[in-house]
């Protein structure tokens, strides 16, 4: 079974500070691995994804993740936060076949002025 | 990336009522179906998953008497929640997936709220 712990339910920076914020998963077979982001009383938007390939990932917005299988981890970083970027962030994992994904409890970023 | 809609957005219900929430793929197919519900401040947790044409798996926990889904054709899914109660009321998020795709897509969700 996969599981995802996010590390941090509260993370909170300056604007122009780079954003980290951490996800390590938990699967038996090779995951596919995605960010969301939700914004309040809204639905989830795709950041970005990895299923094969490149195991570093751009997404939208200026964000990205990279794959590390040895660490079990796809950790989301952005160089510059901008005041936009407060909102909840979503990992999760889902392997092959036709399982659903599997959310990480969220991490909430709050962007400084 | 395709389009999920969720119909209503929002709804208020007396205590004791039915309500249902439509979730449409506007141009895919989608073959599976899934549905969530989110609490304040909290993560997704999975209802149920849906195939086209089959009964739907749930979660352990879920009750599917209380939580009915229909997933009758390829661009449609419906949940509805019977005698709804105050702690049914919810964000309920549906999301679609087709036949070859990695992805989840998701619709923008439908805030419950029971009086």
């Known amino acids: 079974a996969q599981s995802v712990t996010q590390l941090g339910s509260h993370v909170s920076v300056s604007e122009g500070a780079l954003v980290l914020l951490r996800c390590n998963y938990s699967s038996s077979v090779p995951p596919y691995l995605f960010w969301y982001v939700q914004y309040p009383n809204q639905g989830l938007q795709l950041l970005l994804k990895?299923?094969?390939?490149?195991?570093l990932v751009k997404g939208i917005n200026g964000f990205e993740a990279e794959f590390k299988k040895s660490e079990t981890s796809f950790h989301l970083t952005k160089p510059s936060a901008h005041m936009s970027d407060a909102a909840e962030y979503f990992c999760?994992?889902?392997?092959?076949?036709?399982?659903?994904?599997?959310f990480g409890k969220g991490t909430r970023l709050s962007v400084i002025a | 990336g395709a389009v999920v809609s969720q119909h209503p957005s929002r709804v208020i219900c007396k205590s004791g009522t039915s309500v249902k929430i439509e979730c449409r793929s506007l141009d895919f197919q989608a073959t599976t179906m899934f549905w969530y519900r989110q609490f304040p401040k909290q993560s997704l947790m999975l209802m149920a998953t849906s195939n086209e044409g089959s009964k739907a798996t749930y979660e352990q926990g879920v009750e599917k008497d209380k939580f009915l889904i229909n997933h009758a054709s390829l661009t449609l899914s419906t949940l509805t929640v019977t005698s709804a109660h105050p702690e049914d009321s919810s964000f309920y998020i549906c999301s679609a997936r087709g036949l070859r795709e990695y992805e989840q897509f998701f619709g923008p969700g439908t805030r419950l709220t029971v009086l």
């Open positions: 990895y299923t094969t390939g490149a195991t």
């Open positions: 999760a994992v889902r392997s092959t076949g036709n399982t659903p994904l599997v």
